[in-house]
């Protein structure tokens, strides 16, 4: 297939797809492949009363866990830290005061960093996809039947911070199992590496964001609200997101904070691409860190989890078309498909729109695959 003719159809495809849904208003496709030279970034539909930018940030959702498990690792590779350290020896008496208990056991000592990056430390989560299911997962309750997602939504003003969140998933919510038995998706354990992170650097999170990833590569438009402001303000609005129909100013709700180290940065398609590739060649973590990070357990069907990445399996069987990298319950993806040698990143601002935008991925994956290899 021609490179024109490729480009044409997914520029046709993106519109399409926000076209033919209600729930969709806009939708932002950064394609890039060296070995087929390619590098297309697209965006198509609505935002904030203007037509949608390919330069627009957006919020990347559980994308920034990526970052999260990067930093760790970056720590890790500098000596500061080991995967199998305890969380016990960075982490407070107080926060982790009743964290695991099972039936009067008390698993905590046991947790591993490892653990929370590969999200087996059996604590519980509590990420929504509109109100539903964040693909097999349920949102976990209180007793009362209310959420952490319903108090942030109630309170849209305040400020969570991540000791706050932590303490609420031990008033409110069960571990689900002794640390290392299983794989289960957990907010949680990602603030408490958050306030790891804090505890080694000397930093506040956000701060280690800017110093380790930001500022070397780059990445000016990107930054962690309420917590920080962008190196450079963009010129062109924060597109919003969409929960089925409501929509969500991520500047101006901000008790999104509770996401913390999670999950709670603005992007743009560059500047996560620009991080991806950095980490995917190595610059970032040694390589065989970087092995490390990609031993996979099954977290969802066709989505395994390493620490802090995710591989998405659309066809088990097709080794050709696993991609690995980030996702966010705002239907925002970061991935690299190593076969086929192409990145995709994007995001189509919508929670309920998680499954669609897998079957969009693979189809961009098989498309970009007809394209004819570049002449070395």
């Not at 002794?178 to 080694?200: A, H, K, M, Q, T």
């Not at 007809?370 to 070395?376: I, L």
Request: aromatic fraction near 12%; hydrophobic fraction near 35%; charge should be negative.
């Amino acid at each position: 297939m021609e490179r024109q003719e490729a480009r044409s159809r997914l520029e046709s495809r993106l519109q399409s797809a926000v076209n033919d849904s209600p729930d969709l208003h806009s939708a932002y496709l950064l394609v890039h492949s060296d070995s087929r030279d390619l590098h297309w970034n697209l965006a198509t539909g609505q935002t904030e009363g203007i037509e949608a930018e390919p330069e627009q940030p957006y919020y990347a959702a559980s994308i920034g866990k990526t970052f999260t498990s990067t930093i760790v690792a970056m720590l890790a590779d500098d000596g500061q830290l080991n995967f199998d350290d305890p969380i016990s020896e960075y982490l407070s008496e107080s926060l982790l005061d009743g964290l695991h208990t099972i039936n009067g056991t008390d698993y905590t000592d046991e947790i591993r960093i490892h653990h929370l990056l590969g999200h087996t430390s059996g604590l519980p989560h509590s990420l929504p996809e509109g109100g539903k299911m964040f693909f097999n997962t349920r949102l976990e309750e209180s007793p009362e039947g209310n959420t952490l997602f319903d108090e942030m939504l109630e309170e849209p003003d305040r400020i969570w911070e991540p000791e706050e969140t932590i303490e609420w998933a031990k008033q409110n919510l069960e571990p689900h199992f002794p640390p290392g038995e299983d794989c289960y998706y957990s907010e949680f354990g990602y603030n408490l590496l958050g306030l790891l992170i804090e505890r080694v650097t000397g930093h506040p999170y956000h701060e280690a964001l800017a110093e380790f990833l930001f500022d070397p590569l780059a990445m000016e438009h990107s930054y962690l609200p309420p917590f920080s402001d962008p190196a450079v303000e963009s010129e062109l609005p924060t597109a919003p997101f969409y929960i089925d129909e409501t929509r969500i100013d991520v500047d101006d709700v901000r008790s999104l904070s509770a996401f913390y180290a999670g999950g709670q940065t603005v992007n743009t398609a560059e500047e996560l691409f620009r991080f991806h590739r950095a980490l995917v060649e190595g610059e970032l973590v040694a390589e065989e860190t970087l092995q490390e990070m990609q031993q996979w357990n099954k977290l969802w069907q066709g989505i395994d989890y390493g620490y802090g990445v995710v591989r998405i399996r659309p066809l088990p069987f097709l080794k050709r078309f696993h991609s690995w990298g980030g996702l966010g319950a705002s239907s925002a993806f970061m991935v690299y498909n190593p076969t086929i040698d192409v990145y995709l990143i994007g995001t189509f601002n919508q929670w309920s729109y998680m499954r669609k935008s897998m079957m969009f991925l693979f189809r961009t994956l098989r498309s970009i695959s007809k394209v004819e290899r570049s002449e070395q």
